[in-house]
């Protein structure tokens, strides 16, 4: 029998794959492929931060000698749980009491979302989420079959009393409130002190766990954000991390950090998933963190976000008087929030912006229901002050263009 004489193979795909679709974020990314595309619409952090020379030290040194094992302990097989070394390092870094043993190093902290959905997530299961929310996380958790459901959220974050209203009964109790409270993705906001002390008490009140994700909590401008959700009730709260908006996204490393309740069945997702994350990053990592690296690298991100963001917010209050829209103003990360005029669209926008040469994130994809179409996601670390003050006023002119009659 020939190859072409064989019958077309039957693939009968599982319920949760048809619920998968791709980013919208990533298919918008293609576009900004085209040469001359400014674009403010990844989520990338700038190039110019990664330390190439610390990282370039730290592989010949782990390569050359890496304590017990030698240097070819860096390339073999390793632990699920992660290299204690880097395991003992995340755990001092964090400002509460935190047990090294509780600390799984993933392959970035969007494995930490897929993870906690394995462990965490049954088909209609409730499962509550700010409005709007990361993409990435309705990504992870879409393929579990949970019914989502979008708490109103505010300049200053979750309200508690919609929270309480959304909470649900009995077989029907929501399983767990994701949040990102710092400077969040995709709209920059912070949840104030007030706000976060009501989160946390009224979440210990109800029996609801809650997974902070925070990403970009060192990205901070002029200071730090408040103590973190889990700082206030380490046992209820599951708290991911990443590396990759202080050192390098092409790691694919991040963290979370469990109770000991929990920890062991992540554990058990994380080695049926991939074994474990790549150890020889782990350890460039762990070499490149001593001496207290990141307290002098981080701060160097800082100051350069913060140009950009400046430049951007300079931008639209040039560009945009006229026009109507509403932004706000990030005490850190890298995102804008974009409100357009009633009656406009930014996914019909989007079209007319890219033929202008300036691409955006429209909003209604990180909403889980009753998605905004006048919102919009501008992310300004990527390009140069230049870029930002052209893209902007490419992106008026678009604004312009589609008001016309």
Same mark, same amino acid.
């Given at each position: 029998m020939?190859?072409?004489?064989?019958?077309?193979?039957?693939?009968?795909?599982?319920?949760?794959?048809? /619920?998968?679709?791709p980013?919208?974020?990533?298919? @918008? &990314?293609?576009?900004?492929?085209?040469?001359?595309?400014?674009?403010?619409?990844?989520? &990338?952090p700038?190039?110019?931060?990664?330390?190439?020379?610390?990282?370039?030290?730290?592989?010949a040194?782990?390569?050359?000698?890496?304590?017990?094992?030698?240097?070819?302990?860096?390339?073999?097989?390793?632990?699920?749980?992660?290299?204690?070394?880097?395991?003992?390092?995340?755990?001092?870094?964090?400002?509460?009491?935190?047990?090294?043993?509780?600390?799984?190093?993933?392959t970035?902290?969007?494995?930490?979302?897929?993870?906690?959905?394995k462990?965490?997530?049954?088909?209609?299961?409730?499962?509550?989420?700010e409005?709007p929310?990361?993409?990435?996380?309705?990504?992870?958790?879409?393929?579990?079959?949970?019914?989502?459901?979008?708490?109103?959220?505010?300049?200053?974050?979750?309200?508690?009393?919609?929270?309480?209203?959304?909470?649900?009964?009995?077989?029907?109790?929501?399983?767990?409130?994701y949040?990102?409270?710092?400077?969040?993705?995709?709209?920059?906001?912070?949840?104030?002190?007030?706000?976060?002390?009501?989160?946390?008490?009224?979440?210990?009140?109800?029996?609801?766990?809650?997974?902070?994700?925070?990403?970009?909590?060192?990205?901070?401008?002029?200071?730090?954000?408040?103590?973190?959700?889990?700082?206030?009730?380490p046992?209820?709260?599951?708290?991911?991390?990443?590396?990759? /908006?202080?050192?390098?996204?092409?790691?694919?490393?991040?963290?979370?950090?469990?109770? /000991?309740? @929990?920890?062991?069945? &992540?554990?058990?997702?994380?080695?049926?998933?991939?074994?474990?994350?790549?150890?020889?990053?782990?350890?460039?990592?762990?070499?490149?963190?001593?001496?207290?690296?990141?307290?002098?690298?981080?701060?160097? @991100?800082?100051?350069?976000?913060?140009?950009?963001?400046?430049?951007?917010?300079?931008?639209?209050?040039?560009?945009?008087?006229?026009?109507?829209?509403?932004?706000?103003?990030?005490?850190?990360?890298?995102?804008l929030?974009?409100? &357009?005029?009633?009656?406009?669209?930014?996914?019909?926008?989007?079209?007319?912006?890219?033929? /202008?040469?300036?691409?955006?994130?429209?909003?209604?994809?990180?909403?889980?229901?009753?998605?905004?179409p006048?919102?919009?996601?501008?992310?300004?670390?990527?390009?140069?002050?230049?870029?930002?003050?052209?893209?902007?006023?490419?992106?008026?002119?678009?604004?312009?263009e589609?008001?016309?009659?």
């Amino acid at each position: 029998m020939k190859l072409n004489d064989l019958q077309p193979t039957a693939w009968t795909l599982a319920r949760r794959a048809a /619920k998968m679709n791709p980013s919208v974020i990533r298919e @918008i &990314l293609k576009i900004t492929e085209r040469p001359g595309i400014i674009s403010f619409a990844g989520g &990338l952090p700038s190039p110019q931060t990664f330390p190439v020379a610390e990282f370039a030290e730290a592989c010949a040194k782990v390569l050359k000698d890496d304590g017990k094992g030698g240097p070819q302990a860096a390339l073999q097989y390793a632990a699920s749980e992660g290299y204690a070394p880097l395991r003992e390092a995340v755990a001092a870094m964090l400002p509460w009491a935190v047990d090294p043993e509780q600390v799984l190093i993933t392959t970035g902290s969007q494995q930490g979302l897929d993870l906690v959905a394995k462990v965490l997530i049954d088909e209609g299961s409730r499962v509550l989420v700010e409005t709007p929310t990361y993409l990435g996380a309705l990504q992870a958790f879409t393929p579990m079959e949970p019914v989502i459901e979008a708490v109103g959220s505010d300049a200053e974050g979750v309200d508690v009393d919609d929270l309480t209203a959304k909470m649900g009964t009995g077989a029907d109790r929501a399983r767990f409130l994701y949040v990102l409270p710092n400077f969040q993705n995709p709209t920059g906001r912070t949840m104030t002190e007030a706000r976060r002390a009501a989160l946390s008490a009224r979440a210990a009140e109800l029996g609801l766990p809650l997974v902070e994700d925070n990403p970009y909590g060192d990205l901070w401008f002029d200071e730090p954000p408040p103590l973190p959700l889990t700082a206030r009730n380490p046992e209820g709260c599951i708290y991911l991390g990443s590396f990759s /908006k202080v050192l390098a996204p092409g790691l694919r490393l991040g963290f979370c950090v469990a109770p /000991k309740a @929990i920890a062991p069945k &992540l554990l058990q997702a994380k080695q049926a998933a991939d074994l474990h994350s790549p150890g020889f990053n782990q350890r460039m990592v762990a070499e490149v963190m001593k001496g207290g690296f990141l307290d002098r690298h981080v701060p160097t @991100i800082r100051t350069l976000y913060k140009s950009q963001r400046d430049a951007m917010l300079s931008a639209l209050e040039r560009e945009m008087q006229d026009l109507g829209l509403q932004w706000n103003t990030p005490d850190g990360g890298m995102f804008l929030w974009v409100r &357009l005029p009633a009656g406009m669209n930014a996914v019909e926008l989007l079209p007319k912006a890219v033929d /202008k040469g300036v691409a955006f994130v429209p909003g209604a994809a990180f909403y889980a229901a009753d998605a905004d179409p006048r919102t919009l996601r501008l992310s300004f670390v990527t390009s140069t002050v230049d870029q930002i003050a052209t893209g902007i006023a490419a992106l008026a002119a678009a604004i312009r263009e589609h008001r016309s009659p």
